[in-house]
């Protein structure tokens, strides 16, 4: 299980990513993330099922991680003043996808840019939700 949380303000950005794939997963969301409005703070939460025993016996087997189907859920965030009233907008996600996309992203691989991964879908979802 990998889970990633995000806090985003004008003051930078908070979280609590240790390990190499949640520290590479920070930087590429980031860099594809728009701007956030000045008087916006932002909260993500990413909750990935990797499912780490299956990706095991796929490399011993030399099948490849590519067959093993891992899962994801994000829940997205938008708190704001309107109207001297805290608004808050919560945007939920769930994707499926090939668990090799998290070895490509430890390596330090980016796959922002690369149609249909995983983090380049997440990243258009967020951008959208800025945007409304």
């Not at 190499?20 to 980031?30: D, F, G, P, S, V």
């Not at 990797?50 to 997205?76: C, Q, S, W, Y």
Request: charged content about 30%; proline content about 2%; glycine content about 4%.
């Amino acid at each position: 299980m990998i889970k990633l949380d995000l806090m985003r303000n004008r003051a930078g950005v908070t979280s609590y990513a240790l390990s190499k794939t949640k520290q590479n997963m920070q930087k590429q969301i980031l860099q594809g993330i728009k701007s956030s409005p000045i008087a916006e703070t932002q909260y993500l939460s990413i909750k990935i099922n990797d499912h780490p025993f299956d990706r095991f016996l796929t490399n011993m087997m030399d099948i490849g991680e590519e067959v093993v189907k891992a899962n994801m859920k994000v829940e997205f965030t938008r708190a704001y003043m309107e109207d001297g009233k805290l608004v808050a907008k919560k945007y939920n996600y769930t994707d499926s996808f090939s668990a090799d996309q998290l070895t490509e992203v430890k390596n330090g691989k980016n796959i922002v840019s690369k149609r249909g991964s995983f983090l380049n879908k997440l990243v258009k979802k967020i951008n959208k939700a800025i945007e409304e």
